[in-house]
């Protein structure tokens, strides 16, 4: 069973890493292509945000390499500088994108919501997960006692939980930033296309994280299971 998690960890790693290798291919590709408008990542932020009566919203610019997101504690758009001021099919997928996630919180969408309330438990179980499981699994070939094992579940369940309702999450971002590009014509019908594909290879990498977690949390259930069934 352990070289069963070492295979399928190993599997996932392999596919997260492809994923990812796609994902910066396609925005480094679309980085490329300027939009016929001209318009920065930070005038398509904060045309998108005014044109959902968002006002209360700063767009900023953050330091690296796709590490743009959205602060709701702090009501920020935060743009990587090669999306804040860029004027690519890139810059504005990726600035779209962002802002659907403050439109989200501007209308209480529910799973965004419930993530949100979640944050605190993630943090303190992300922090303390690993070294429990493996402490279940020493206790177990020691003591053969599943206790700290089960103990282990629990908490990365709460993990998993919150990996799997970040999809509906994402996935509506990006719905409304594609339709938003669309209305109002930011990306004409050459550049929109890019767009949705930027953003699907940008989801895809969400989903292979959440089916990792989920194998892997079933792959302890079943060491657990078994436990149990020897005992």
Request: proline fraction near 3%; charge should be positive.
């Amino acid at each position: 069973m352990d070289n069963q998690i070492f295979m399928v960890s190993l599997l996932f790693l392999g596919l997260s890493f492809v994923v990812s290798a796609i994902l910066k291919s396609k925005f480094t590709k679309y980085s490329k292509i300027p939009l016929s408008n001209g318009l920065s990542g930070r005038e398509i932020a904060e045309k998108m945000l005014r044109e959902n009566g968002i006002y209360d919203v700063k767009v900023t610019s953050v330091e690296g390499f796709l590490t743009d997101h959205y602060n709701p504690e702090k009501k920020t758009v935060n743009l990587s500088p090669e999306v804040y001021n860029g004027t690519s099919i890139s810059a504005a997928a990726v600035a779209a994108h962002e802002c659907g996630h403050a439109v989200q919180h501007a209308t209480q969408y529910g799973p965004l919501v419930f993530r949100s309330k979640m944050v605190p438990a993630v943090q303190i179980s992300s922090m303390l997960v690993n070294w429990i499981l493996l402490a279940g699994m020493i206790m177990l070939a020691v003591s053969k006692n599943p206790t700290v094992l089960l103990i282990g579940i629990i908490v990365m369940s709460v993990t998993v939980l919150f990996t799997l309702i970040t999809l509906p999450v994402e996935f509506d971002a990006s719905k409304r930033a594609l339709a938003w590009l669309d209305r109002t014509n930011v990306t004409n019908r050459e550049e929109y296309p890019k767009a949705k594909d930027a953003l699907k290879w940008a989801a895809t990498t969400y989903v292979v994280a959440a089916l990792a977690a989920v194998v892997q949390l079933i792959q302890y259930i079943m060491i657990y299971a078994n436990s149990r069934d020897r005992s």
